[in-house]
């Protein structure tokens, strides 16, 4: 039996890859807050909301986002103030901001794509269109790594040839196949090989 020592730990791109991504939600109106909020827990993310600018520049510190949700009329300070305030230092956050406001003139979505949005969403909005947008800046669309190691394995092979055709080690092997269940939300290898066949993946 292997002590903890003694086995491989994730690489660090698949522990970035396994943790929840956290999404900082910035909006004064509170059931808008809660509304996006539930809808991306429920979905898997870590959330963290914000109700104005100085909240929202000292949950961005502190939470380090992956990904901001950024509301343009706000009592205190307005989205474009904040954008800017985000990408500065101290805090110098660097994830994609989606802008998303009820502001539908089109100088306001040019001035946010020139400060360098990844995107501009005005309310009201269909919940499963902010997910797939969201999915999207986060890099969440499309097949998930390790979908290799999956495809040898329902050709199969096992794990020990696996990793030699992979030149990779049998616990970095499993970690893949880990990833992949992750990403699919399934539990075994039956159905993460279903899954990425209907996909056409594999």
Known sequence: MKTADEVPAPS???????????????????DI???????????????????????ALRAASLFIPDLVLLDIMMPDM??????????????????????????REINDKLLGFEKGAADYITKPFHIKELLA??????GELGPPKGLEVLGLLASGKTYKQVARALDLSQSTVRNHLHNVYHKLNVVDRAQAVIVSRENGWI
């Open 133 to 138: 947008r969201v999915k999207v800046h986060l």
């Open 12 to 30: 660090p791109e698949l522990e970035s890859e396994l943790m929840a991504k956290r999404i900082l939600v910035v909006d004064d109106e509170p």
């Open 78 to 103: 307005d989205g474009f103030a904040v954008y800017e305030r985000l990408r500065a230092k101290p805090v110098d956050l660097r994830s994609p901001i989606i802008f998303l406001t009820a502001r």
């Open 33 to 55: 807050r809660r509304l996006v909020a539930q809808a991306l827990e429920v979905t898997g993310y870590d959330v963290q909301t914000a109700a104005n600018g100085a909240e």
